[in-house]
């Protein structure tokens, strides 16, 4: 079974010939092998030989057609892996740059869809919020029109009701003075009646006068002592004075009371250094002895703005210079009332409130009056009483120069009499 063509490999001896063979070729020499071992296990088994055990198993295999089919073989595969590879390479490269055309492509795609979707988006947005703008504007202008018409509806309720309030207080009012006046005209008489019974006796009349009253008396003595007999209704006991040389009667008047005292404003005394007093049409000069200020004046706000101004010598009567009475009752007179010439009316409070003040003193009166001309500070308002001498007495003094031909406040001088008296005619003179 040996012959010279084959190679005999021992398989206890033989050195393995895959040592010398590529790795590749070396994996198809061993299957080779494994595939020729189990060729010759077959063909000895068929032979029957004797039992393996007296002799070394060994097998021949004539391995050179076998070893250069499987080295082409594997060179064929080696090959094939080769093209394989490259065409992997190749189709690899294809595939990259056709996922980068489709990249690009599909980029462009996006970027030209995306902005096909944010112009029409944009178209759409704007579209809406144009019509939304419209939609508000006009929900806007038709909720500003119904405030609006609400506001006026208000104005219109609040004015009727103003309206009717103010119709309703002034009836009111104008009753609650009706009925006040009614009473204090009662209690007036009632007043001169006991007046009246007290005075029967001369002694009794003098101790229940007060000094304005019985100087008073005196002024009337004296003036029909001159011959003076009827007074007319201008107000001849009207001055002014100066400061320093300069004529004041722009700015301030006052009322000869007594015949070395007169009556003026406060707020002429104390912004003013006056040192003489021109009377009777500022024919008469008297200097100025002493300013008496009521203790409690204030200028902001007016408050007792009165004062007198003593002369250093007595003025003598005249028929058109001498003193006014001053008025002693507590009631303010129903008519009568003079202002340089002019007629002066008593009117309710409420014409003068938002006006000059919010809110009246018991000292201070609201007159009116009847023609329009201009008032100065310490301007004298007079009542003329023709009971039984014509003579005028001094009820009020204006506190505040004015040319507007509306209600003005006055100082009710009654409410001051305790100062005038005590000034100008004390107790020990009485």
Same mark, same amino acid.
């Given at each position: 079974m040996r012959?010279a063509?084959?190679?005999?490999?021992?398989?206890?001896?033989?050195?393995?010939i895959?040592l010398?063979?590529?790795?590749?070729?070396k994996?198809?020499v061993?299957?080779a092998l494994?595939?020729a071992?189990l060729?010759?296990?077959?063909?000895?088994?068929?032979?029957?030989?004797?039992?393996?055990?007296?002799?070394?198993?060994?097998?021949?295999?004539?391995?050179? !057609?076998?070893?250069?089919?499987?080295?082409? @073989?594997?060179?064929?595969?080696?090959?094939?892996?080769?093209?394989?590879?490259?065409?992997?390479?190749?189709?690899?490269?294809?595939v990259?740059?056709?996922?980068?055309r489709?990249n690009?492509?599909?980029?462009?795609?996006?970027?030209?869809?995306?902005?096909r979707?944010?112009?029409?988006?944009?178209?759409?947005?704007?579209?809406?919020?144009?019509?939304?703008?419209?939609?508000?504007?006009?929900?806007?202008k038709?909720?500003?029109?119904?405030?609006?018409?609400?506001?006026?509806?208000?104005?219109?309720?609040?004015?009727?009701?103003?309206?009717?309030?103010?119709?309703?207080?002034?009836a009111?009012?104008?009753a609650?003075?009706?009925r006040?006046?009614? !009473?204090?005209?009662?209690?007036?008489? !009632?007043?001169?009646? @006991?007046?009246?019974?007290?005075?029967?006796?001369p002694?009794?009349?003098?101790?229940?006068?007060?000094?304005?009253e019985?100087?008073?008396?005196?002024?009337?003595?004296?003036?029909?002592?001159i011959?003076?007999?009827?007074?007319?209704?201008v107000?001849?006991?009207?001055?002014a004075?100066?400061?320093?040389g300069?004529?004041?009667?722009?700015?301030?008047?006052?009322?000869?009371?007594?015949?070395?005292?007169?009556?003026?404003?406060?707020d002429?005394?104390?912004?003013?250094?006056?040192?003489?007093?021109?009377?009777?049409?500022?024919?008469?000069?008297?200097?100025?002895?002493?300013?008496?200020?009521?203790?409690?004046?204030?200028?902001?706000?007016?408050?007792?703005?009165?004062?007198?101004?003593e002369?250093?010598?007595?003025?003598?009567?005249?028929?058109?210079?001498?003193?006014?009475?001053?008025y002693?009752?507590?009631?303010?007179?129903k008519?009568?009332?003079?202002?340089?010439?002019?007629?002066?009316?008593?009117?309710?409070?409420?014409?003068?409130?938002n006006?000059?003040?919010?809110?009246?003193?018991?000292?201070?009166?609201?007159?009116?009056?009847?023609?329009?001309?201009?008032?100065?500070?310490g301007?004298?308002?007079?009542?003329?009483n023709?009971?039984?001498?014509?003579?005028h007495?001094?009820?009020g003094?204006?506190?505040?120069?004015?040319?507007?031909?509306?209600p003005?406040?006055?100082?009710n001088v009654?409410?001051?009499?305790d100062?005038?008296?005590?000034?100008v005619?004390?107790?020990?003179?009485?």
């Amino acid at each position: 079974m040996r012959s010279a063509s084959y190679t005999i490999y021992k398989l206890r001896t033989a050195k393995p010939i895959w040592l010398k063979i590529e790795n590749c070729e070396k994996k198809m020499v061993f299957i080779a092998l494994i595939v020729a071992l189990l060729q010759a296990a077959s063909t000895e088994g068929s032979n029957q030989e004797p039992s393996l055990d007296d002799v070394p198993l060994s097998i021949y295999v004539d391995a050179s !057609k076998e070893i250069d089919y499987f080295i082409s @073989l594997a060179k064929s595969i080696d090959e094939k892996q080769r093209i394989l590879e490259e065409a992997l390479a190749r189709l690899s490269a294809e595939v990259k740059a056709t996922e980068e055309r489709w990249n690009e492509r599909m980029s462009a795609v996006v970027k030209a869809t995306e902005e096909r979707w944010n112009e029409r988006m944009s178209a759409v947005v704007k579209a809406t919020e144009e019509r939304w703008n419209e939609r508000l504007s006009a929900e806007v202008k038709e909720t500003q029109w119904l405030i609006e018409s609400k506001i006026f509806r208000m104005s219109v309720a609040v004015k009727a009701t103003e309206e009717r309030w103010n119709k309703r207080l002034s009836a009111e009012v104008k009753a609650t003075e009706e009925r006040w006046t009614e !009473k204090m005209s009662i209690l007036e008489n !009632k007043f001169k009646n @006991l007046s009246n019974q007290l005075t029967k006796s001369p002694d009794i009349a003098t101790l229940h006068k007060r000094p304005a009253e019985l100087a008073c008396e005196k002024i009337t003595s004296k003036l029909q002592s001159i011959g003076v007999t009827s007074i007319t209704d201008v107000a001849v006991h009207l001055g002014a004075f100066t400061e320093g040389g300069f004529k004041l009667w722009e700015l301030c008047y006052f009322a000869l009371i007594d015949t070395r005292f007169v009556l003026t404003a406060a707020d002429c005394l104390s912004s003013h250094n006056v040192t003489t007093l021109e009377l009777n049409l500022y024919i008469v000069l008297k200097k100025v002895k002493a300013i008496h200020i009521h203790p409690e004046f204030s200028i902001n706000p007016a408050l007792n703005n009165i004062g007198l101004i003593e002369m250093n010598s007595e003025v003598e009567y005249t028929f058109d210079l001498y003193p006014a009475c001053m008025y002693t009752s507590a009631f303010n007179p129903k008519s009568g009332l003079m202002e340089r010439g002019t007629k002066v009316q008593i009117v309710a409070d409420s014409e003068c409130l938002n006006k000059h003040t919010t809110q009246l003193l018991p000292n201070q009166m609201c007159v009116k009056s009847l023609t329009h001309n201009c008032r100065q500070k310490g301007e004298p308002i007079f009542v003329l009483n023709e009971e039984t001498f014509s003579k005028h007495q001094l009820v009020g003094i204006i506190g505040k120069r004015s040319c507007i031909d509306e209600p003005y406040v006055i100082t009710n001088v009654f409410a001051y009499l305790d100062f005038i008296e005590s000034i100008v005619w004390p107790k020990k003179e009485n």
